[in-house]
T-cell receptor, first 114, second 117 residues
Framework: AQSVTQLGSHVSVSEGALVLLRCNYS??????LFWYVQYPNQGLQLLLK??????LVKGINGFEAEFKKSETSFHLTKPSAHMSDAAEYFC????????????FGAGTRLAVHP | GAVVSQHPSRVICKSGTSVKIECRSL??????MFWYRQFPKKSLMLMAT?????????EQGVEKDKFLINHASLTLSTLTVTSAHPEDSSFYIC?????????????FGPGTRLLVL
Protein backbone atom coordinates (compact mmCIF):
# COMPACT_ATOMS: atom_id res chain seq x y z
CA ALA A 1 0.00 0.00 0.00
CA GLN A 2 1.14 3.53 -0.72
CA SER A 3 0.30 6.86 0.82
CA VAL A 4 1.46 10.44 0.82
CA THR A 5 1.40 12.98 3.60
CA GLN A 6 1.88 16.65 2.91
CA LEU A 7 2.63 18.59 6.05
CA GLY A 8 0.94 21.95 6.07
CA SER A 9 -2.19 22.58 4.05
CA HIS A 10 -1.24 26.25 3.74
CA VAL A 11 2.20 27.80 3.44
CA SER A 12 2.79 31.52 3.18
CA VAL A 13 6.09 33.10 2.21
CA SER A 14 7.35 36.50 1.22
CA GLU A 15 8.43 37.16 -2.33
CA GLY A 16 12.09 36.26 -2.62
CA ALA A 17 12.04 33.92 0.37
CA LEU A 18 12.79 30.22 0.38
CA VAL A 19 9.91 27.90 -0.46
CA LEU A 20 9.78 24.55 1.34
CA LEU A 21 6.83 22.22 0.83
CA ARG A 22 7.01 18.97 2.73
CA CYS A 23 6.07 15.53 1.48
CA ASN A 24 6.51 12.18 3.17
CA TYR A 25 5.56 8.93 1.56
CA SER A 26 4.90 5.34 2.43
CA UNK A 27 5.45 2.60 -0.10
CA UNK A 28 6.00 -1.12 0.03
CA UNK A 29 7.78 -1.05 -3.34
CA UNK A 30 10.44 1.29 -4.71
CA UNK A 31 8.48 4.46 -5.31
CA UNK A 32 8.26 6.88 -8.13
CA LEU A 33 7.54 10.35 -6.74
CA PHE A 34 6.06 13.40 -8.36
CA TRP A 35 5.27 17.01 -7.63
CA TYR A 36 2.45 18.65 -9.54
CA VAL A 37 1.22 22.24 -9.46
CA GLN A 38 -2.37 23.32 -10.00
CA TYR A 39 -3.47 26.86 -10.75
CA PRO A 40 -7.10 27.82 -10.09
CA ASN A 41 -9.61 26.03 -12.30
CA GLN A 42 -6.89 24.24 -14.21
CA GLY A 43 -5.49 20.76 -14.47
CA LEU A 44 -2.20 19.64 -13.01
CA GLN A 45 1.20 20.47 -14.41
CA LEU A 46 4.19 18.28 -13.70
CA LEU A 47 6.95 20.11 -11.83
CA LEU A 48 9.37 17.24 -11.43
CA LYS A 49 9.62 13.52 -10.85
CA UNK A 50 11.90 11.01 -9.18
CA UNK A 51 12.20 7.63 -10.89
CA UNK A 52 15.15 6.01 -9.09
CA UNK A 53 17.93 7.93 -10.80
CA UNK A 54 19.52 10.97 -9.18
CA UNK A 55 18.15 11.72 -5.73
CA LEU A 56 18.22 15.47 -6.31
CA VAL A 57 15.72 16.26 -9.00
CA LYS A 58 15.48 19.59 -10.74
CA GLY A 59 12.22 20.67 -12.25
CA ILE A 60 10.64 23.57 -14.01
CA ASN A 61 10.34 27.12 -12.72
CA GLY A 62 13.36 26.77 -10.46
CA PHE A 63 11.91 24.05 -8.24
CA GLU A 64 13.83 21.04 -7.05
CA ALA A 65 13.23 18.12 -4.72
CA GLU A 66 15.44 15.65 -2.94
CA PHE A 67 14.56 12.01 -2.43
CA LYS A 68 15.65 10.81 0.99
CA LYS A 69 14.94 7.15 1.45
CA SER A 70 16.02 7.11 5.10
CA GLU A 71 13.49 9.82 5.89
CA THR A 72 10.88 8.65 3.33
CA SER A 73 10.69 12.24 2.21
CA PHE A 74 10.53 14.14 -1.05
CA HIS A 75 10.37 17.80 -0.07
CA LEU A 76 9.99 20.50 -2.70
CA THR A 77 12.11 23.63 -2.54
CA LYS A 78 12.73 26.83 -4.43
CA PRO A 79 15.39 29.31 -3.33
CA SER A 80 13.43 32.45 -4.10
CA ALA A 81 9.65 32.65 -4.30
CA HIS A 82 7.92 34.59 -7.03
CA MET A 83 4.38 35.90 -6.96
CA SER A 84 3.52 33.59 -9.84
CA ASP A 85 4.36 30.57 -7.67
CA ALA A 86 1.14 31.01 -5.73
CA ALA A 87 -0.84 27.84 -6.44
CA GLU A 88 -1.80 24.45 -5.07
CA TYR A 89 0.98 21.86 -4.97
CA PHE A 90 0.43 18.12 -4.89
CA CYS A 91 2.90 15.40 -4.07
CA UNK A 92 2.13 11.96 -5.51
CA UNK A 93 3.55 8.47 -5.37
CA UNK A 94 3.24 5.50 -7.67
CA UNK A 95 4.77 2.08 -7.72
CA UNK A 96 7.61 1.58 -10.17
CA UNK A 97 7.23 -0.70 -13.12
CA UNK A 98 4.71 0.73 -15.49
CA UNK A 99 1.35 2.45 -15.57
CA UNK A 100 0.61 2.40 -11.89
CA UNK A 101 -1.96 4.72 -10.46
CA UNK A 102 -0.92 7.84 -8.63
CA UNK A 103 -1.74 8.36 -5.00
CA PHE A 104 -1.95 12.05 -4.18
CA GLY A 105 -1.33 13.94 -1.02
CA ALA A 106 -3.91 16.38 0.27
CA GLY A 107 -2.15 19.32 -1.31
CA THR A 108 -0.46 22.45 -0.01
CA ARG A 109 -1.65 25.88 -0.95
CA LEU A 110 1.26 28.26 -1.36
CA ALA A 111 0.64 31.95 -0.89
CA VAL A 112 3.31 34.48 -1.82
CA HIS A 113 3.00 38.00 -0.47
CA PRO A 114 4.98 41.10 -1.41
CA GLY B 1 4.71 17.71 -26.30
CA ALA B 2 2.53 15.49 -24.09
CA VAL B 3 -0.63 17.57 -24.29
CA VAL B 4 -3.94 16.30 -23.00
CA SER B 5 -7.18 18.08 -23.76
CA GLN B 6 -10.62 17.80 -22.24
CA HIS B 7 -13.97 18.80 -23.65
CA PRO B 8 -16.05 20.53 -22.53
CA SER B 9 -14.24 22.71 -20.02
CA ARG B 10 -17.48 23.58 -18.27
CA VAL B 11 -20.93 22.07 -18.45
CA ILE B 12 -24.20 22.81 -16.72
CA CYS B 13 -26.98 20.29 -16.94
CA LYS B 14 -30.31 19.48 -15.39
CA SER B 15 -30.70 16.73 -12.86
CA GLY B 16 -31.46 13.40 -14.52
CA THR B 17 -29.60 14.05 -17.75
CA SER B 18 -26.37 12.44 -18.89
CA VAL B 19 -23.15 14.25 -19.61
CA LYS B 20 -20.20 13.04 -21.66
CA ILE B 21 -16.68 14.33 -21.07
CA GLU B 22 -13.92 13.66 -23.58
CA CYS B 23 -10.24 13.26 -22.83
CA ARG B 24 -7.78 13.30 -25.70
CA SER B 25 -4.03 12.87 -25.90
CA LEU B 26 -3.09 15.25 -28.69
CA UNK B 27 0.49 14.33 -29.51
CA UNK B 28 1.02 10.87 -28.12
CA UNK B 29 -0.72 7.55 -27.87
CA UNK B 30 -1.96 6.44 -24.50
CA UNK B 31 -2.93 2.89 -23.72
CA UNK B 32 -3.85 4.00 -20.22
CA MET B 33 -5.88 6.97 -19.13
CA PHE B 34 -7.06 7.87 -15.67
CA TRP B 35 -10.13 9.73 -14.46
CA TYR B 36 -10.05 11.76 -11.28
CA ARG B 37 -12.58 13.75 -9.34
CA GLN B 38 -11.66 16.77 -7.31
CA PHE B 39 -13.91 18.38 -4.74
CA PRO B 40 -13.45 22.05 -3.85
CA LYS B 41 -10.19 22.66 -2.06
CA LYS B 42 -9.53 18.93 -1.93
CA SER B 43 -7.08 16.55 -3.49
CA LEU B 44 -7.66 14.37 -6.52
CA MET B 45 -9.42 11.08 -6.04
CA LEU B 46 -8.86 8.41 -8.64
CA MET B 47 -12.16 7.16 -10.01
CA ALA B 48 -11.03 4.65 -12.60
CA THR B 49 -8.23 3.47 -14.83
CA UNK B 50 -9.14 3.25 -18.48
CA UNK B 51 -7.32 0.85 -20.76
CA UNK B 52 -7.70 0.99 -24.52
CA UNK B 53 -9.79 -1.85 -25.82
CA UNK B 54 -10.81 -3.26 -22.46
CA UNK B 55 -13.08 -2.51 -19.56
CA UNK B 56 -12.14 0.19 -17.13
CA UNK B 57 -10.99 -0.63 -13.62
CA UNK B 58 -12.97 1.30 -11.05
CA GLU B 59 -11.82 2.29 -7.59
CA GLN B 60 -13.70 1.09 -4.59
CA GLY B 61 -16.85 3.09 -4.00
CA VAL B 62 -17.19 4.38 -7.56
CA GLU B 63 -20.42 3.35 -9.24
CA LYS B 64 -19.64 1.69 -12.54
CA ASP B 65 -23.14 2.17 -13.91
CA LYS B 66 -23.16 5.82 -13.06
CA PHE B 67 -19.74 6.72 -14.39
CA LEU B 68 -19.37 4.98 -17.73
CA ILE B 69 -15.89 4.97 -19.20
CA ASN B 70 -15.00 4.13 -22.76
CA HIS B 71 -11.47 4.03 -24.18
CA ALA B 72 -12.10 3.29 -27.81
CA SER B 73 -8.80 4.45 -29.25
CA LEU B 74 -5.25 5.19 -28.18
CA THR B 75 -6.00 8.91 -28.05
CA LEU B 76 -9.52 9.12 -26.70
CA SER B 77 -11.29 8.19 -23.50
CA THR B 78 -14.75 9.33 -22.50
CA LEU B 79 -16.47 9.59 -19.14
CA THR B 80 -20.26 9.66 -19.16
CA VAL B 81 -22.04 10.71 -16.00
CA THR B 82 -25.43 9.06 -16.29
CA SER B 83 -28.57 10.40 -14.66
CA ALA B 84 -26.59 13.20 -13.09
CA HIS B 85 -27.60 14.61 -9.72
CA PRO B 86 -26.43 17.72 -7.87
CA GLU B 87 -24.03 15.65 -5.77
CA ASP B 88 -22.20 14.74 -8.98
CA SER B 89 -21.20 18.36 -9.40
CA SER B 90 -17.44 18.44 -9.29
CA PHE B 91 -14.22 19.04 -11.17
CA TYR B 92 -13.31 16.04 -13.31
CA ILE B 93 -9.75 15.65 -14.52
CA CYS B 94 -8.27 13.05 -16.81
CA UNK B 95 -4.67 12.06 -17.30
CA UNK B 96 -2.80 9.90 -19.75
CA UNK B 97 0.45 7.98 -19.80
CA UNK B 98 2.33 7.74 -23.08
CA UNK B 99 2.65 4.36 -24.73
CA UNK B 100 6.34 4.07 -23.97
CA UNK B 101 8.23 1.56 -21.93
CA UNK B 102 9.14 2.87 -18.50
CA UNK B 103 7.27 6.12 -19.03
CA UNK B 104 5.72 6.72 -15.67
CA UNK B 105 4.57 10.28 -16.02
CA UNK B 106 0.91 11.08 -16.21
CA UNK B 107 -0.02 14.17 -18.17
CA PHE B 108 -3.15 15.90 -17.04
CA GLY B 109 -5.94 17.55 -18.93
CA PRO B 110 -7.22 20.99 -17.93
CA GLY B 111 -10.29 19.56 -16.24
CA THR B 112 -14.04 19.77 -16.74
CA ARG B 113 -16.25 21.53 -14.24
CA LEU B 114 -19.66 19.91 -14.02
CA LEU B 115 -22.59 21.65 -12.38
CA VAL B 116 -25.82 19.73 -12.04
CA LEU B 117 -28.87 21.82 -11.25
Amino acid sequence: AQSVTQLGSHVSVSEGALVLLRCNYSSSVPPYLFWYVQYPNQGLQLLLKYTSAATLVKGINGFEAEFKKSETSFHLTKPSAHMSDAAEYFCAVSGSGGYNKLIFGAGTRLAVHP
Amino acid sequence: GAVVSQHPSRVICKSGTSVKIECRSLDFQATTMFWYRQFPKKSLMLMATSNEGSKATYEQGVEKDKFLINHASLTLSTLTVTSAHPEDSSFYICSASPFLAFEETQYFGPGTRLLVL
